[in-house]
């Protein structure tokens, strides 16, 4: 693994390098599609979270541009794993899934396999790959992404896998090609990496240390989204709130908030992650009087011990989580909230699982997304001897998992029968009759609709709750 990158270019020299390797990657697509009369397919499959999902589509851009042609599966000539690594399960999936890929390749030899994203950062999981998945061809890790049109052509004119995983980077990397899943909507990052060493978490050992991409740039980006047809965009980050402290001129995610309110066209501001740490007042404010931006806030709870809190490196305690809820819904009365629970935590005791149910039963969530606590190795809580009996986490997990369900049941159950903003955004995929959109809550309603629809508001009476998701009926356009 190399420690940094050792070219010394700026971020806009990066740049123009990379778009000489697409030029040249180009030029080695179409000789390939001459000699097989056909052009080339690619599939990128993206495991994990929302950054993940960008970053795909920033692979998916380079691809396109090169000429590649997207399939809907791993029959193609190109295929990538962007992998996650935050839990066990996220890379037993990648391990399941090469096994298909090697009796894919065997009965297409132009096929190329590629492997990046969080889990390659990991010099365990290289060293598997390298050794007992010989087949693929290129390994590249989270800090180099942006050099994929380089590292694509290096491994186009050789025989032998490539591996290039640094341990982090100061660079940020802007214009290069991005291929959007929705045209209406786009992820955008507004800053990278995380700081916070969270004991369970292994994101800051793969992802590196925090750096904030400029406001100018971050606007200049969603301003040419906007041109383009997007009218919702999602401000992405591990930890949004800490957004902006190491610029050269702070600026603070209210700041930066305020400054997205203002573009125009744009329609609808979401975000993501937020750490109760850093959620200051400000925020709050600016939550409040942006009109733009959603009445919705995803706030990891992780425990609702404060005992367990402390040994998770948290910086918050049960009381101060709770009181930081309290401020938000007496600002936001509508506010949604979502969170991140782990059951199972080293340590965890009946009375430190029955504070968490606590704080459950008081925050009434709208959703909540429960995770078994797995243990990944280098972090902290990896080496503590205190690791629970997987039965009692299983029990534990059951009971939490009902109890949010419960709760988002009957949150739901409050808004039916009301009339509703809500933005198409895809067809139906069982019945496509109907269109399938979102709330500013982020809640999901059925509606019937044409695919011309999608993309543009509706008012929508949400005439039956179904548990978590509504069906509903237009009642005007928005
Ligand atoms: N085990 C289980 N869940 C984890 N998360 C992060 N690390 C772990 C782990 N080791 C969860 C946290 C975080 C979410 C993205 O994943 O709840 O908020
Ligand atoms: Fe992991 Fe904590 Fe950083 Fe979130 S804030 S990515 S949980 S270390």
Redesign the pocket.
């Known amino acids: 693994m190399r420690d940094f990158e050792a070219n010394g270019l700026s971020g806009a020299e990066e740049t123009k390098l990379q778009y000489e390797y697409i030029e040249k990657a180009k030029k080695y697509v179409s000789q390939k599609e001459k000699e097989l009369g056909r052009k080339l397919t690619c599939y990128v499959k993206t495991f994990g979270?929302q950054m993940n999902a960008r970053d795909s589509e920033k692979l998916l851009g380079i691809l396109n541009e090169i000429g590649y042609v997207e399939t809907e599966d791993e029959h193609a000539d190109f295929v990538i794993y962007n992998t996650c690594t935050?839990?066990e399960n996220a890379n037993n999936k990648v391990y399941g899934r090469l096994g298909y890929l090697s009796n894919y390749k065997k009965k297409n030899p132009h096929m190329m396999i590629a492997l990046c994203g969080c889990m390659m950062q990991e010099p365990e999981v290289v060293e598997k790959i390298r050794k007992s998945y010989r087949f693929v061809n290129l390994i590249f890790g989270t800090h180099n992404i942006y050099k994929f049109a380089e590292l694509l052509c290096r491994s186009m004119e050789s025989d032998s896998m490539i591996v290039d995983i640094w341990k982090d980077t100061d660079k940020i990397v802007e214009d290069l090609p991005v291929q959007r899943k929705y045209s209406f909507k786009s992820g955008v990052n507004i800053m990278f990496g995380c700081n916070n060493f969270?004991s369970?978490?292994?994101?800051p050992y793969v992802r590196g240390r925090e750096r904030s991409r400029e406001p100018k740039d971050i606007i200049r980006e969603i301003e040419s989204l906007v041109a383009d047809g997007v009218c919702e965009v999602m401000l992405l980050g591990q930890n949004v709130n800490s957004y902006g402290k190491n610029l050269e001129h702070p600026v603070t995610f209210a700041e930066l908030l305020r400054e997205v309110n203002k573009i125009e066209g744009l329609k609808r501001i979401r975000f993501m992650?937020s750490h109760p740490k850093d959620l200051s007042d400000d925020l709050i404010l600016a939550m409040k009087e942006c009109d733009k931006v959603c009445k919705h806030m995803h706030l990891?709870l992780?425990s609702g011990s404060s005992r367990l809190l402390k040994i998770m490196n948290r910086h918050y305690d049960k009381e101060q989580y709770l009181a930081l809820v309290k401020k938000l819904r007496e600002a936001i009365p509508d506010i949604a909230l979502t969170t991140?629970?782990?059951v199972g935590f080293p340590g965890e005791t009946e009375e430190d699982f029955n504070e968490t149910l606590d704080v459950v039963k008081q925050v009434q969530y709208d959703s909540a997304?429960t995770?078994?606590?797995?243990?990944?190795t280098g972090?902290p809580?990896a080496a503590m001897k205190n690791q629970v009996d997987p039965d009692e986490v299983k029990r534990h997990f059951d009971i939490l998992l009902k109890e949010v369900q419960e709760i988002s049941a009957k949150k739901a159950k409050e808004l039916e029968g009301r009339v509703m903003e809500v933005l198409a955004e895809e067809q139906n995929i069982q019945d496509a009759s109907l269109i399938t959109g979102r709330l500013s809550n982020n809640s999901v309603v059925h509606f019937p609709g044409t695919p011309d629809m999608i993309g543009k508001f509706y008012m929508v009476r949400l005439t039956e709750c179904r548990g978590f998701y509504y069906l509903g009926e237009i009642v005007e356009d928005a």
Not at 200 to 203: L, M
Not at 371 to 376: A, G, L, P, Q
Request: with cysteine.
């Open positions: 979270c935050v839990r969270c369970y978490c292994i994101v992650t990891p992780q991140d629970i782990i997304f995770f078994i606590y797995s243990k990944r972090t809580a």
